[in-house]
């Protein structure tokens, strides 16, 4: 029917396809369960079921919220709508304060507290590191 060589070229290709096809699905297996998404405190307001994993809250640190005890640091972070509570340990990027953007990573309480593990100041696009901005003025 078929010849040798055409056998084996169609092998060549089943295995070739395959070897895609798998080496795809092991990425996207592997992402999806990296993936940390980011969520306003109205969204998690609106949850149905509170998540066991690791998420992501975004929004604005509310003025006059921020408070430091010993060891923890508390604050709120708002979206204008919904608020969340927010306890962390550790080092604070220089860019968190009041009324600037953030993004907490860590586990739900419930709610209204979160547990952050991790702080991420956000900026707008015109930031400009301070050194940076020296520098241009004594140009």
Known sequence: MYGRKVKLRFLFVVIILSTLIL???LILKSLEE????FQSPTDIKLLNELEKNK??????VKKNSISINAKELNFIITDQK???NV??????PNLFAEGKGVVAEGFLKDRNFFSATK???KHDENYMPPEVKEALGEK
């Open 82 to 84: 919904n608020e969340i």
């Open 55 to 60: 998420i992501r809250v975004g929004g604005m």
């Open 34 to 37: 990296n993936v940390v998404y």
């Open 87 to 92: 306890t962390y340990s550790g080092a604070v």
């Open 23 to 25: 080496t795809t699905l």
């Open 119 to 121: 702080i991420l100041a």
